[in-house]
């Protein structure tokens, strides 16, 4: 259960959390139109809160309105300013961050030109999504039976309301059946990605993870760990994975806001490597929390403060 906090940003009002309501006619219930984004504040050593890559999550909200023909009423410096207010107004010096971009009540039907396109800013405090014993030990994964969306039957790199329920489907599937977290495959039968993550592999000291064209969300922390990677002097290779290259790896691990770097120990009950977090990837998941919490500086045009 989210713990409340006191305060929601509504179009440019701070709402009391439990006024932050919406009409049941709001076309996104019904049709699944819209775009949100996923985003981490992280105290960090020197007792500032910052938000990690602000610009380019707000940035990516647009990209999203832009592939769904949505027209956020607010500009990007609004809503960046929205995320910061969001985490003072309720004394938050961590937490998670949720802008929503999303279709308003009015007209019912699919067409609904005319509805407002509403904006809203979320925050909750979040701590590790998959838990901090998956951040340590790793976890276990399983192939699913949903594919991902094929690219021209959706877009995979909006990061749309409707197309989760993809996700909700096979993360469901996962955890029925035992495991963490789902793999899902594309309609080609090449790896995709998590539910709510990017995933890399790790072989003979090389990484590689799905390219752009693959219908993948174009994740933020997918590129912070290659930029880390290539820093660290590890070769990543961006291309197809199919799911032997998986069982064989010598280590997987999965990217993500909320999943953070978390390692994979076991996909489709076959031990990844030695069954135990490998060392690129124990090197790299190191490097991302002293980069988010402050004890490496090495990318301050990263960070946002708030
Ligand atoms: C389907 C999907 N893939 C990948 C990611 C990882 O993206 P990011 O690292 O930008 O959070 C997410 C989370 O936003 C996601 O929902």
Same mark, same amino acid.
Request: hydrophobic share 40%.
């Given at each position: 259960?989210?713990e409340k906090v006191e305060k929601i940003w509504m179009?440019g009002q701070m709402v009391d959390w439990?006024?932050a309501?919406?009409?049941?006619?709001?076309?996104?219930?019904?049709?699944?139109?819209?775009?949100?984004?996923?985003i981490r504040a992280y105290k960090r050593?020197d007792g500032s809160t910052c938000i990690f *890559?602000l610009?380019?999550h707000i940035?990516?909200?647009?990209?999203?309105?832009?592939?769904?023909?949505?027209?956020?009423?607010f500009?990007?410096e609004q809503l960046m300013a929205a995320c910061c207010d969001v985490l003072r107004i309720n004394k938050m010096d961590q937490g998670y961050l949720r802008p929503?971009?999303?279709?308003?009540?009015?007209?019912?039907?699919?067409?609904?030109?005319?509805?407002?396109?509403?904006s809203t800013v979320i925050a909750w405090k979040w701590?590790?999504?998959?838990?901090?014993?998956?951040?340590?030990?790793?976890? *276990?994964?399983?192939?699913?039976?949903?594919?991902?969306?094929?690219?021209?039957?959706?877009?995979?790199?909006?990061?749309?309301?409707?197309?989760?329920?993809?996700?909700? =489907?096979?993360?469901?599937?996962?955890?029925?059946?035992?495991?963490?977290?789902?793999?899902?495959?594309?309609?080609?039968?090449?790896?995709?990605?998590?539910?709510?993550?990017?995933?890399?592999?790790?072989?003979?000291?090389?990484?590689?993870?799905?390219?752009?064209?693959?219908?993948?969300?174009?994740?933020?922390?997918?590129?912070?760990?290659?930029? =880390?990677?290539?820093?660290?002097?590890?070769?990543?290779?961006?291309?197809?994975?199919?799911?032997?290259?998986? &069982?064989?790896?010598?280590?997987?691990?999965?990217?993500?806001?909320?999943?953070?770097?978390?390692?994979?120990?076991?996909?489709?009950?076959?031990?990844?490597?030695?069954?135990?977090?490998?060392?690129?990837?124990?090197?790299?998941?190191? *490097?991302?929390?002293?980069?988010?919490?402050?004890?490496?500086?090495?990318?301050?045009? &990263?960070l946002a403060k708030v």
């Amino acid at each position: 259960m989210v713990e409340k906090v006191e305060k929601i940003w509504m179009d440019g009002q701070m709402v009391d959390w439990d006024q932050a309501n919406v009409h049941i006619l709001t076309h996104t219930i019904h049709y699944g139109l819209g775009a949100f984004e996923g985003i981490r504040a992280y105290k960090r050593a020197d007792g500032s809160t910052c938000i990690f *890559r602000l610009q380019e999550h707000i940035d990516r909200l647009f990209d999203s309105c832009k592939l769904i023909l949505m027209q956020p009423e607010f500009t990007r410096e609004q809503l960046m300013a929205a995320c910061c207010d969001v985490l003072r107004i309720n004394k938050m010096d961590q937490g998670y961050l949720r802008p929503m971009i999303y279709v308003g009540d009015g007209a019912m039907g699919i067409y609904a030109p005319d509805n407002a396109h509403r904006s809203t800013v979320i925050a909750w405090k979040w701590g590790a999504y998959l838990g901090e014993e998956a951040l340590k030990n790793g976890i *276990r994964a399983k192939i699913s039976s949903f594919g991902r969306h094929h690219i021209n039957v959706s877009l995979a790199k909006a990061k749309m309301m409707g197309q989760y329920t993809n996700s909700v =489907l096979a993360k469901r599937e996962a955890k029925l059946g035992g495991y963490d977290e789902a793999v899902m495959l594309d309609t080609n039968g090449y790896v995709s990605e998590g539910t709510g993550e990017n995933i890399f592999l790790v072989k003979n000291g090389v990484i590689t993870t799905p390219d752009l064209s693959c219908s993948i969300l174009a994740g933020i922390t997918r590129d912070t760990l290659i930029t =880390l990677a290539r820093e660290e002097g590890i070769a990543v290779h961006e291309g197809r994975v199919t799911r032997d290259q998986l &069982w064989l790896a010598d280590e997987v691990f999965f990217t993500g806001t909320a999943a953070e770097v978390t390692p994979v120990r076991e996909v489709d009950n076959r031990s990844i490597g030695t069954g135990t977090v490998g060392p690129i990837t124990k090197r790299l998941q190191a *490097r991302y929390f002293d980069i988010v919490r402050g004890s490496d500086a090495s990318h301050p045009e &990263w960070l946002a403060k708030v």
